[in-house]
C-alpha cells in the first residue's frame, strides 16, 4: 500500500491522466492511470501537478528591510547599495532570522521550496552569515536553502574581503559569490573573478557571481568568468547573474561570448523584476530594458533561470515570494510569447533553476523526492497567464501549505454563477 497516490493529474510535459505513487517520502512510480491502494488519495481532476519553484537569485538577508533605516528615494542600484551599507551596522541577530524566517513562510505557501539566496559577508561580524545559517538550520525540514558568500562591497576593493569571504565557507557557506563589476578597476573585477574561480576550485565549491549588473557594453567580466571557469575544470559548476550588460553588447561580440559560454558550460541566472526596474536609469528614450539575452542563450543551449533577487528591500518594495510573477516578467521583456518559449519561462522557475542549485533527486520521476505543487491550472502557460493558486504544497509527500481554490462568485443573469478565469 501507498503512502499517497495523486490521480487523474497533467504534468509539465503535457501528459495528462497520470498518477503519482509516493511511498516513504518518495515517488515510486509515474504512470499512467495507475490504480492500488494508498493511505490517502488526492484526486488532481486534470490541473496540473509542478515540481516545486526553485529561486536561482535571492538576497534573504536583505529582505522585507524595506524603509529601514529609510526608504530608497531614486530606486536606483547605487542607493540601493548605500542604503544597505547604513543599515548594515544596524542589524540584530535576532531581526535578521525573524524576517527571513517570515520570507520562508511566505515562499513555501507559494510552492517555492529551494532557495539560493547570497549572503552579504562585509560586515566583520559576519551577522547576516550566522543569521542565515541558523536559518537554513530551521526550514531544511521543508524548505532547501543554498547560501553563496556575496562580498557586496567587492571582494578586492575591501581590504579584508577575502578573508572574510574565507571565513563565511568555513562557517557553512555553500557557494563561491562575487561582484567584479564594483571592483574598482575592470583589472581588479578580472582579478577578483581568478582568485575566487581559484577559491572555489581548491575547496570543491560551486560559483554565483553578480556579474556585469550594468549598462556598460564594456562590462565583459563573464568572459574572464568562462574563461576561469574552463581553465580550473569548472565546467557545470559556475554561474553568472544578472549579466545586464549583455542587453547593450555589440551583436557580434555577443555571437562570440556566448559560443565562450557554451564551450565552459556556464549557467545564468537572470532576475527579470529587478533587472528591468534598475537598469536603464542613465537613459531618456529610447530606454534600455537591461534583461540579458535570455532566447539566445536557451537557443545556444544554456541553461538559464529566472530569480526573484529582492522582496521589500533597499533595492525593491514589491514581490511575494511568486516565482510565476518572476515567470511572466521574464516572459514579457523577453517577448518569449511562442507556446515552446512560454513554456521555457516555466522551466526556468522549475527544473532549470533546480540544475544550477544541482539539487539531488528533484522532479517528477520515481526516486525522486515527493516534492510538488498541485496549481489551479491544467497546463505551464495557464499557470503563468494566472499566476496560478497553489492548491497544496508537499515536502517529501506531506502536504506543508494549501490554499482555496481561486473562483468569483458571479450574480449575472443568464450566465454561469462562478468563474475561475480558466477559458
Known sequence: M???LVTNATLPDGR???????????????DAGLLA???ETLDAQGLLVSPPFVDA???????????????????TLLEGIALWGELKPLLTLDALIDRAMTYCDWAVGKGLLAIRSHVDICDPRLLAVEALLEVKRRVAPYLDLQLVAFPQDGVLRDPQGMDKLKRALTMGVDVVGGIPHFERTMAEGALSVKLLCELAAKQGKLVDMHCDESDDPLSRHIETLAFETQRLGLQGRVTGSHLTSMHSMDNYYVSKLLALMTEAQVHVVSNPLINITLQGRHDTYPKRRGMTRVPEQLAQGLTVAFGQDCVMDPWYSLGSGDMLEVASMGLHVAQMTSQAAMRQCF??????????????????????????VLLQARDPVEAIRLRATRLKVFR???VVAQTPA??????????????????
Open 347 to 372: 522551466d526556468a522557475v522549475t527544473i532549470n533553476a533546480a540544475k544550477i542549485l544541482q539539487l539531488p533527486a528533484y522532479g517528477l520521476a520515481p526516486g525522486c523526492h515527493a516534492d510538488f
Open 2 to 4: 501507498f503512502d499517497l
Open 37 to 39: 491502494p494508498a493511505e
Open 57 to 75: 537569485h535571492f538576497h534573504m538577508d536583505a529582505t522585507l528591510s524595506y524603509g529601514l533605516p529609510r526608504v530608497n528615494q531614486s530606486g
Open 406 to 423: 481561486s473562483t468569483a462568485t458571479l450574480q449575472l443573469p443568464g450566465r454561469p454563477g462562478s468563474t475561475a478565469w480558466m477559458a
Open 16 to 30: 495528462s491522466g497520470m498518477s503519482l505513487a509516493v511511498q516513504d517520502g518518495k515517488f515510486v512510480a509515474v
Open 396 to 398: 517529501r509527500g506531506r
